[in-house]
Antibody
Framework: QVQLVESGGGVVQPGGSLRLSCAAS????????MHWVRQAPGKGLEWVAF????????YYADSVKGRFTISRDNSKDTLHLQMNNLGPEDTAVYFC????????????WGQGTLVTVSS | QSALTQPRSVSGSPGQSVTISCTGA?????????VSWYQHHPGKAPKLIIY???KRPSGVPDRFSGSKSGNTASLTISGLQADDEADYHC????????FGGGTKLTVL
């Protein structure tokens, strides 16, 4: 079955950087677009970034544009999120999600990794 | 793209039905019918339960149903069970993805 396992979360100081990873298994990674979605404490979900199945196109939420970079290594079935210039507003659980079979939905999710931005 | 508004909480007794609304400006949904719903037990992976407004993924029981009228999408859960107690999130794609604030369902 589909498995998505995030890693790389932790505590980082404001202005710092962090790189998240998501190991995918149970499906043909190279044929699906992927996303990062986050949930700040006590808040709803927020879509963060999208990458096409072949990495040729990426899109970002305005809140992270210019600071975050989504990428994928199709040879290792792994998704990444490079986060730079982090601020307290980036504190959240970060989920990776696989595109669905329809259009516009997130078909499968990981359990998430917590990122805390604090001095 | 505008935000989506959900009630903060709803509740119901086992066996009853509950409906969770998801309201936005017309721009929140655009001309598309790409509304999806997710069940999230805290600490676990969110789960897709409805996509394209009313379609159910394989394995999701037909107690879960979705609909949309005008600027409001709705999720109805019938025959409530204890395990349905979770957070529910709506999402719309209209050029970008936007979520509602989430609704906590309590099964009394």
């Amino acid at each position: 079955q589909v498995q998505l396992v995030e890693s790389g979360g932790g505590v980082v100081q404001p202005g710092g950087s962090l790189r998240l990873s998501c190991a995918a298994s149970g499906f043909t990674f190279t044929t699906f677009a992927m996303h990062w979605v986050r949930q700040a404490p006590g808040k709803g979900l927020e879509w963060v970034a999208f990458i096409r199945y072949d990495g040729s196109n990426t899109y970002y939420a305005d809140s992270v544009k210019g600071r975050f970079t989504i990428s994928r290594d199709n040879s290792k079935d792994t998704l990444h999120l490079q986060m730079n210039n982090l601020g307290p507003e980036d504190t959240a659980v970060y989920f990776c999600a696989k595109d669905g079979v329809g259009f516009g939905e997130f078909g499968n999710w990981g359990q998430g990794t917590l990122v805390t931005v604090s001095s | 793209q505008s935000a989506l508004t959900q009630p903060r909480s709803v509740s119901g007794s086992p066996g009853q039905s509950v409906t969770i609304s998801c309201t936005g400006a017309s721009s929140a949904f655009g001309d598309y019918n790409y509304v999806s719903w997710y069940q999230h037990h805290p600490g676990k992976a969110p789960k897709l339960i409805i996509y394209d407004v009313s379609k159910r993924p394989s394995g999701v029981p037909d107690r879960f149903s979705g609909s949309k009228s005008g600027n409001t999408a709705s999720l109805t859960i019938s025959g409530l069970q204890a395990d349905d107690e979770a957070d529910y999130h709506c999402c719309s794609y209209a050029g970008s993805w936007v979520f509602g604030g989430g609704t906590k369902l309590t099964v009394l």
